[in-house]
T-cell receptor, first 110, second 112 residues
Framework: ETGVTQTPRHLVMGMTNKKSLKCEQHLGHNAMYWYKQSAKKPLELMFVYNFKEQTENNSVPSRFSPECPNSSHLFLHLHTLQPEDSALYLC?????????FGPGTRLLVL | GENVEQHPSTLSVQEGDSAVIKCTYSDSASNYFPWYKQELGKRPQLIIDIRSNVGEKKDQRIAVTLNKTAKHFSLHITETQPEDSAVYFCAASTAGNTPLVFGKGTRLSVIA
């Protein structure tokens, strides 16, 4: 349960705010992922990092900016978000095929 | 790219009955098929997975079957209990760190 952690767990922000989500994995994995989960699209892949290099950007708007300083940490920088960006943001990590998820950050954009 | 379809989107069963969730995939190169369970307000958690060199795998009350020819795989839960109520996601990928492609989920309700 504590292999992948995310902070904060809940976040409320205005459309003009800038905030960052943090993910940390303690499993020694070399790949990390950001997903958006909403009622409309249950598990929507946003970004993939392998060995700190971004290998996939799934047509995500530029108001979401990922950062992966090392294989254990992943950030998602948020700015000028829209109310429709309100969702659960899940981080995951993997060594091979199996992904392990963090608890998510519940984001509300007002 | 890979496309995973999952059915049904919702499923209600009586406690003690069996539940079956089915998924199809499009990429014949996919060879890894995990199933995740997500309880309300919690993270998705891996409950069972299968690789393409195996046709069936069991773990207590849950089992997964894979038909490579037809490109579909299924999750079977026997003797369902109220704590099995959750959203279940299937997924598919090729080897290594190729991202998983998820189905849209099945909301299972087990009625006591």
């Amino acid at each position: 349960e504590t292999g992948v952690t995310q902070t904060p767990r809940h976040l409320v922000m205005g459309m003009t705010n800038k905030k960052s989500l943090k993910c940390e994995q303690h499993l020694g994995h070399n790949a990390m992922y950001w997903y958006k989960q909403s009622a409309k699209k249950p598990l929507e892949l946003m970004f993939v990092y392998n060995f700190k290099e971004q290998t996939e950007n799934n047509s995500v708007p530029s108001r979401f900016s990922p950062e992966c300083p090392n294989s254990s940490h992943l950030f998602l920088h948020l700015h000028t978000l829209q109310p429709e960006d309100s969702a659960l943001y899940l981080c995951a990590s993997s060594q091979q095929e199996t992904q392990y998820f963090g608890p998510g950050t519940r984001l509300l954009v007002l | 790219g890979e496309n995973v379809e999952q059915h049904p989107s919702t499923l209600s069963v009586q406690e003690g009955d069996s539940a079956v969730i089915k998924c199809t995939y499009s990429d014949s190169a996919s060879n890894y098929f995990p199933w995740y369970k997500q309880e309300l307000g919690k993270r998705p958690q891996l409950i069972i997975d299968i690789r393409s060199n195996v046709g069936e795998k069991k773990d207590q009350r849950i089992a997964v079957t894979l038909n490579k020819t037809a490109k579909h795989f299924s999750l079977h839960i026997t003797e369902t209990q109220p704590e099995d109520s959750a959203v279940y996601f299937c997924a598919a990928s090729t080897a290594g760190n190729t991202p998983l492609v998820f189905g849209k989920g099945t909301r299972l309700s087990v009625i006591a």
